[in-house]
């Protein structure tokens, strides 16, 4: 549990002032009195090198000596607005999001790793109904789970003004072809900021391992996608993270582009909003998403050490991802409802090389089976030849069965096909609207890879100059 322990005497000031301090913003901590507990003041003496200095305090496992009142809001989120405290991980793009916007507006908050605390666990499934959605953040005495940035602001009374700031071009996604456009457009001198609704990096953050990326044999998504972002910031690129783009309308020769924490006018608008993990749409899926239920390996891998495990899908980011969770889970079945994969070869011929993993093909979820608390229990499917109905017993689900554009938004403002795709111009990123411009996964007939992306980002910052030369 997050444990705080306060080593002190009613005799000493410091003690007296840290004890009230931690009273006054509803802390709770554990008083060992150095004077009445003989083994406290060895501990003490083994927490500071030998020395016996008190107050001495242990939050998480860090020991703070004397700490004043500013080190220990620091070390506990303790705000005017009442005490932040964040449960999430490094790997987690909310979670950075989260606390990137925490600390831009000067919001202090303890953050808890549940990667390095296995209790943490226990006490998010306590508070989200047995889920495991991180970031789950505390602000006072409410819990917020996976707030957006617009709830975070309100929840916390931060004061933004919503003056309107003006761009040559407005990037409307974070994904490797929008901060690729971006790098482009700045070293064009094009001012540029990019609208990310949610991680910076997109798709491609979440991807575990990247093998086909020109120039680079091997390296981890997100590791890639911070480069990126590191690059196109260095060129002198915004990035707003959290920040989801509702409308866009023309307005006097420019576009303006609402959010929920700010407004922006761009001469051209790049729609680079990549793509989402399609869903399956059976019963029992809705209710067991983040309690059994994923779509993202690299997010949601940890929580299933040593545990077993339901892939379901057969292509490139069935196989790919299945894979990664291998490493974690103590069994992986790969469910497809096609009589074979369709992978590539480089990702089946790997499955048939792993311990771990078996296939069960031509088969068909019809649904998520709970026990009898709720919880995940198995994944019913019905086989294609037969008919005959099997339940697939594990402890979660991962689902990778395609792609949809996220587009819902410029519907009735631009052409979009069936799908949802941004219709384009052949051959090039134009839409209907002059002055915006469609690339990467949300455009009609783009490729999703990374290094496809990446080139689309390209064309796209070259479409923008030559309209803005003209």
Request: glycine share 10%; charged share 25%.
């Given at each position: ?9 009613d005799w000493c000031?410091d ?6 301090f ?9 008083y ?5 507990d ?5 501990t ?18 860090r020991?703070y ?13 303790i705000n005017?607005q ?9 790997w987690c793009?909310?979670?950075r ?5 925490l600390?831009d507006?000067d ?5 808890i ?6 209790w ?17 953040i ?6 917020h ?8 602001r ?7 003004e ?15 072809t ?25 798709n491609a953050f979440l ?6 990326y ?12 911070d480069?990126m ?25 420019y ?15 790049v729609?680079?909003?990549g793509s989402?993990y ?12 983040g ?14 050490k ?6 379901v ?5 069935g196989?790919?991802?299945g ?7 103590s ?5 497809t409802r096609?009589?074979?994969?369709t992978?590539?070869?480089?990702f089946?011929?790997?499955l048939?090389?792993?311990?771990n ?13 709970t ?7 198995a994944?019913?499917?019905?086989d ?14 991962f689902v990778f069965?395609?792609?949809?554009p996220?587009?819902e938004f ?11 795709y941004?219709d384009?111009a052949?051959?090039s990123v ?16 783009a ?19 030559e309209?803005?030369?003209?």
């Open positions: 549990m997050n444990e705080i322990v306060l080593y002190g005497a000031p003690c007296r002032r840290a004890k009230a931690l009273e006054e913003n509803g802390v709770d901590f554990v060992r009195d150095t004077e009445l003989a083994s406290a003041v060895t003490v003496e083994e927490l500071t090198g030998g020395q016996r200095v008190i107050p001495t305090i242990q939050i998480l496992g020991t000596v004397n700490p004043d009142n500013v080190t220990l809001a620091v070390a506990l989120g005017p009442g005490r932040v405290v964040l449960y999430g991980a490094d793009p909310d979670c999001r989260a606390k990137a916007y600390g507006n919001i202090k908050f303890q953050y790793d549940v990667d390095e605390h296995d943490a666990t226990a006490e998010i499934e306590a508070v989200n109904d047995g889920k495991r959605t991180i970031p789950t505390l602000i006072g005495e409410t819990w789970v996976n707030p957006d940035n617009p709830t975070l309100d929840a916390l009374g931060i004061e933004q919503r003056s309107t700031k003006r761009y040559d071009t407005l990037i409307i996604g974070a994904g490797a929008g901060l690729t456009a971006a790098i482009y457009l700045q070293r064009a001198k094009r001012n540029t900021v990019l609208l990310e609704a949610k991680n910076v990096g997109g991807t575990s391992q990247i093998e086909n020109p120039g680079i044999l091997d390296i981890s998504g997100p590791d890639l996608m480069k972002a590191e690059q196109a910031r260095s060129y002198g690129a915004q990035i707003e993270a959290g920040t989801e783009v509702t409308a866009i309308e023309p307005r006097d020769g576009f303006a582009v609402s959010t929920g924490l700010a407004d922006y006018e761009g001469r051209t608008v729609v680079a909003t989402q399609r869903r399956l749409e059976i019963p029992g899926e809705e209710e067991l998403i309690s059994g239920v994923h779509f993202c390996a690299t997010c949601d891998a940890p929580f299933y040593g545990r077993s495990i339901i892939v899908g057969g292509g490139n980011s196989l790919e991802e894979l990664y969770l291998t490493e974690f889970a069994d992986v079945t790969f469910v096609s009589p074979g994969f992978a590539e070869p480089i089946t011929e790997k048939e090389t792993t311990d993993a078996t296939a069960l093909l031509n088969k068909t979820p019809t649904e998520f089976v026990d009898d608390n709720g919880g995940f229990h994944l019913r499917v019905r294609n030849e037969t008919g005959e109905v099997d339940d697939i017993a594990a402890d979660g689900a069965i395609g792609l949809t996220n587009t410029l519907s009735g403002m631009l052409d979009l096909d069936e799908a949802g941004v384009v052949p051959g134009e839409t209907n609207v002059p002055g915006i411009f469609a690339a990467g996964d949300c455009r009609k007939g490729i999703a890879q990374v290094a496809a992306a990446t080139g689309e980002g390209v064309v796209a910052s070259f479409a923008v100059n309209y803005l030369r003209r």
